[in-house]
């Protein structure tokens, strides 16, 4: 975990609720699930004059949305770069978590355990972890998965769909969600051939 120490002071309420969403304040980096004696840097998610009460929301640049009660002697507050304030400790990265499905052909365990530690020898023995491991075989093939609007006509010639290409491998769909209003359509795959004349 990398922080670094910055001069900040804690905003009350009715200061806060001049500040905007371009504003860079710091806030608490802990969360439910994991409780940190440092700051984040964030943003408010919309205008602070726009919260009557209550508490505010800001978002990390982690990606986590955090409320605050700002008066709450409990909480941590919310904190902005004030030469004549106090230090306090921001989280300036923390590293990144990778949820992967690898396809890997003819697999077995020894290429597994052979993935495995190729990824601990690059990044430390002591950084990647396996935090859930499913095995499932999959049929060595490729397919094209599109999106396609729901009510598409079934007449209609598929060029003419408005469709987008997601990807080649069939494993992908069991991982992802169709667009609201989308579905999905997978297609035996077909190598793009450019028969465009060329001198």
């Not at 994991?34 to 408010?44: G, H, R, S, T, V």
């Not at 990265?93 to 052909?105: E, H, M, R």
């Not at 598409?152 to 209003?181: M, W």
Request: net charge negative.
């Amino acid at each position: 975990m990398n922080t670094e120490k910055v001069t900040a002071r804690r905003l009350t309420a009715e200061e806060i609720s001049g500040l905007g969403p371009q504003d860079a304040i710091f806030v608490s980096a802990g969360t439910g699930d994991l409780p940190l004696d440092c700051y984040a840097p964030a943003f408010l998610t919309e205008p602070g004059k726009n919260f009557e009460g209550g508490s505010f929301a800001a978002r990390t640049v982690f990606g986590e949305e955090i409320h605050v009660l700002p008066d709450n002697a409990e909480e941590g507050g919310i904190w902005i770069a004030d030469k004549a304030g106090e230090e306090i400790e921001v989280l300036q990265s923390a590293g990144v978590l990778l949820n992967l499905a690898l396809f890997v052909p003819s697999g077995n365990k020894e290429s597994l355990e052979s993935l495995y530690s190729a990824a601990r020898d690059a990044f430390g023995a002591g950084v990647v972890q396996r935090w859930s491991e499913e095995v499932v075989e999959v049929p060595d093939v490729k397919v094209d998965l599109y999106e396609e609007p729901a009510r598409a006509r079934k007449n209609s010639n598929s060029q003419n769909r408005d469709r987008r290409a997601l990807d080649i491998y069939p494993t992908r769909v069991r991982f992802l969600e169709p667009s609201e209003g989308w579905k999905f359509i997978v297609e035996p795959h077909k190598e793009i051939v450019d028969d465009t004349p060329t001198i």
